[in-house]
């Protein structure tokens, strides 16, 4: 069984993960491929290694200073790999392999740009998005979830007076930070989220509410455990939810502080979701909104 290098972000994944360049780890030096590495990707800036026949994903060597939300996402991906190749036995079907992976990942960015395959599990919401194949979604938390991890991340550190000041009004008070990831069943809106608090050295109190829709639920039976029992602080619940069904605003939390959306706005390409995904966007802004009081003398 030839274990394969997973090359997810096309960069250094430690400049992602530590402010400094110095903490860093340097780039492996470049080799030629053995013959059962044909096909795998460049070897430099390779910073995790997949067994895909044993259902093991483990950090190189080399990974010096990968945080901890890091490490916890390849145990979690790591997991996810196991049960997937597990089901696919189970079915008699062909295992994924890093041939496999990269057709997938090639076929999930080829239904972005192109906008439609006519999918029915979807109707009618985002047809072109399949997920409900193990494999597929594998591929998504592979190739994808760290990208847009590191994007989230970099977007909350943009807003981070903003963020430390709601922090601190919701912990001084002994109370949760409560947070909605809008279209987050991959869990790319979560770990840009550990990334960032630990990044910034925020510590307290925070309940996830992860809304998307059911294809996605199975990963956050792995996933809501592992990182409940390592974050105590920490609750996750993930809830299927469609976001251009008008009662899907019953499930977001009254007293939500921070929305995290990643591809939400992308997937509502057409007129009748963009509408659908605005009118419900007003609603749940109306619901959780407090309004501030008019200075005095005010019209």
């Excluded at 790999?81 to 062909?94: C, H, N, Y």
């Excluded at 090639?106 to 998005?129: L, M, T």
């Excluded at 770990?191 to 990963?219: H, I, M």
Aim: charged share 20%; aromatic share 8%.
């Amino acid at each position: 069984f030839f274990a394969h290098v997973l090359s997810v972000l096309g960069a250094q994944p430690c400049a992602m993960t530590t402010p400094h360049a110095s903490t860093c780890a340097p780039a492996p030096r470049r080799r030629k491929p053995r013959q059962q590495d044909a096909g795998a990707a460049p070897v430099a800036h390779r910073w995790a290694v997949v067994w895909f026949h044993r259902g093991r994903i483990k950090a190189r060597k080399r990974a010096v200073g990968l945080s901890a939300p890091w490490r916890l996402y390849l145990r979690w991906a790591s997991e996810v790999l196991l049960e997937t190749q597990e089901a696919l036995r189970a079915a008699a079907q062909p295992l994924v392999c890093f041939d496999m992976l990269r057709r997938l990942r090639k076929e999930i960015a080829q239904r972005y740009h192109a906008g439609d395959s006519g999918c029915p599990q979807r109707d009618p919401n985002a047809k072109f998005h399949r997920y409900h194949q193990p494999a597929t979604r594998l591929a998504y938390v592979l190739e994808f979830v760290p990208r847009h991890a590191e994007l989230a991340r970099v977007a909350l550190t943009q807003l981070k007076p903003c963020i430390e000041k709601l922090c601190e009004r919701v912990w001084s008070k002994g109370g949760t930070l409560r947070v909605v990831c809008l279209g987050g069943g991959p869990a790319s809106d979560l770990w840009g989220l550990l990334l960032y608090l630990e990044t910034a050295g925020l510590k307290g109190k925070v309940a996830v509410t992860v809304l998307d829709l059911p294809e996605w639920g199975p990963l956050w039976k792995t996933l809501k455990p592992l990182v409940e029992g390592v974050l105590p602080q920490l609750t996750v619940d993930f809830m299927a939810s469609d976001v251009t069904v008008a009662t899907s605003v019953k499930d977001v939390p009254a007293d939500t502080n921070l929305w995290i959306m990643i591809n939400v706005l992308v997937e509502m390409n057409t007129t009748v979701l963009h509408t659908a995904f605005l009118r419900y966007f007003r609603t749940v802004l109306k619901r959780i909104l407090v309004p501030l009081p008019r200075p005095a003398g005010s019209a």
